[in-house]
């Protein structure tokens, strides 16, 4: 059996490039999977699950870790002031539950 090898077009290749979704680079940017939405990472589709509400928690939950390790990084004065500050906003916080908790204690529900 002979197998006869297709010598490569010069031509083919930019008619092939310019017909096709690929960037100029010559790379795809994607698989077609991906491209198709089927080939998803986990994390991804771990991600499109979550509950929009857990989505916003997971967000400030990365913010404050990213800001804790700034707060780690700041010279000694300017980190004393901020934990000061930090303190006293949580305790200000501690107490509206408090309060918050008492008035709807005493507060009769609705008939």
Do not use: C, D, Y
Not at 22 to 29: F, K
Not at 39 to 52: G, S, V
Not at 92 to 107: D, I, P, Q, S
């Amino acid at each position: 059996m002979l197998f006869r090898i297709r010598k490569p077009n010069a031509t083919a290749g930019t008619t092939a490039a310019g017909n096709s979704a690929e960037p100029e680079a010559g790379r795809p940017a994607g698989t077609g999977e991906e491209w198709l939405g089927r080939n998803r990472t986990a994390k991804r589709q771990l991600w499109e699950r979550l509950n929009p509400r857990h989505r916003k928690e997971l967000r400030v939950i990365a913010e404050a870790l990213a800001m804790q390790q700034t707060h780690a990084n700041l010279p000694e004065p300017l980190r004393a002031r901020l934990s000061e500050s930090i303190e006293q906003l949580e305790r200000l916080a501690r107490r509206m539950g408090a309060l918050l908790a008492e008035v709807t204690r005493r507060t009769p529900p609705r008939a």
